[in-house]
């Protein structure tokens, strides 16, 4: 299909940032992890509409309206994923569900959306020594690898390794490799209702990680790749009090 214009929302915890953890968070993201991945995203899909929301703003920012506007939502979390409010997850889930694309970054992989999607723990192994991360393309025909080099080389980043607790994906895309010798599936799609989902390991507050080049490109790509072909959607389970549980449509402008 010919490229169309899309609506993306970034949503970021955004509590490393109000407690400028670690010190220098203030120096890599004045602005949040958030405003730094809207700027690369802007820089390659200059025509897309991209807005921000963090757990600190009113329904978290994810709003139905804001979701039924939403073509695709990228999700960054960490240290917070138990205040986000079960009913917002729901609401994620059910647009997902109806087709709106996810992108799940770094420990968003224990976010409640992309377990709930999963239907695992999502549980990894962990080191945080600021290793050097080599990120392999094991999928090089995937429109998510399409300009990424091989491999993709992270100066210093957290420790990902196996095992990874998730369901078989879809399609595996790039693996990382450590210094200690682990290896992690740090990229990798699913398919859930009519929505696509795109996890993407790098990506640590401690690093730079979302101005490097190379990690926007694939940010990029894995938007362009998630975007639903339609703009107008079933959005189901929504609650009606007398009626219990049913289906409305919805049309994404």
């Keep these: 299909m010919s490229e169309r214009s899309l609506t993306i929302h970034i949503w970021n915890e955004g509590v490393h940032e109000a407690r ?95 377990t709930q999607l999963m239907g695992t723990t999502c549980s990894l192994k962990w080191r945080n020594e600021g290793e050097q991360e080599l990120v392999w393309t094991v999928d090089p025909t995937h429109p998510i690898a399409e300009g990424v080099p091989h491999p993709l080389i992270i100066p210093q980043q957290e420790m990902y390794g196996e095992f990874f607790d998730i369901p078989a994906p879809d399609c595996l895309i790039f693996i990382s490799s450590f210094s200690g010798g682990e290896v992690f599936r740090s990229g990798v799609t699913y398919s859930r209702g009519r929505g696509k989902i795109f996890y993407f390991s790098p990506g640590d507050q401690e690093y730079p990680v979302y101005h490097q080049e190379e990690i926007r490109r694939v940010l990029a790509n894995g938007v362009r790749w998630a975007a639903p072909a339609e703009t107008t959607r079933e959005i189901p389970a929504v609650e009606n009090s007398s009626r219990g549980w049913f289906s409305t449509t919805e049309t994404s402008t």
């Design 20 to 114: 400028n953890e670690p010190a220098s968070m203030a120096q890599m993201y004045p602005q949040g992890m958030h405003a730094t991945i809207a700027e690369g995203l802007q820089q390659h899909l200059p025509d897309a509409t991209i807005t921000t929301s963090t757990l600190a703003d009113p329904e978290h920012g994810l709003s139905e309206e804001r979701l039924r506007q939403t073509d695709v939502l990228l999700w960054w979390g960490h240290i917070a994923h138990d205040q986000v409010e079960d009913e917002v997850v729901d609401r994620v889930h059910r647009h997902v569900l109806a087709g709106m694309g996810l992108i799940v970054l770094h420990s968003g992989h224990f976010s409640k959306i992309f």
